[in-house]
């Protein structure tokens, strides 16, 4: 059974940090490519971060870019996102995505965890 649980949400002040770490179980951890989005109320769901395999490169939407970071552990089949300098319009759902493509599509989500900027 494959699980994507994510953990680090909450209430942050604008201009401060939060760091979201995502634990994956149930998938060969290094063959997915993993990704953060998030949705605002009203909202799409965006892309935020992603990152291909091990060490593999890294890919930002441009509202976050030199903001946030993202991060993964092969050994501890873990992603992590890094978030400084938030801004109220950071609020939003966090999700934790893992992808491949090999033939088949596979295509795992996590239950989302709320992350509000706010003053």
């Known amino acids: 059974q494959v699980q994507l649980v994510e953990s680090g949400g909450g209430l942050v002040q604008p201009g401060g940090s939060l760091r979201l770490s995502c634990l994956t179980s149930?998938?060969?951890?290094?063959?997915?490519?993993l990704n953060w989005y998030r949705q605002a109320p009203g909202k799409e769901r965006e892309l935020v971060a992603g990152?291909?395999?091990?060490?593999?490169?890294?890919n930002y939407a441009d509202s976050v870019k030199g903001r946030f970071t993202i991060s993964r552990d092969n050994v501890k089949n873990t992603v992590d996102l890094q978030m400084n300098s938030l801004k109220p319009e950071d609020t939003a759902v966090y999700y934790c995505?893992?992808?491949?493509?090999?033939?088949?599509?596979?295509?795992?989500w996590g239950q989302g965890t709320q992350v509000t900027v706010s003053s």
């Open positions: 149930g998938i060969t951890f290094s063959r997915y490519a």
């Open positions: 990152i291909r395999g091990p060490g593999g490169s890294t």
């Open positions: 995505n893992a992808f491949k493509r090999d033939g088949a599509q596979w295509n795992y």
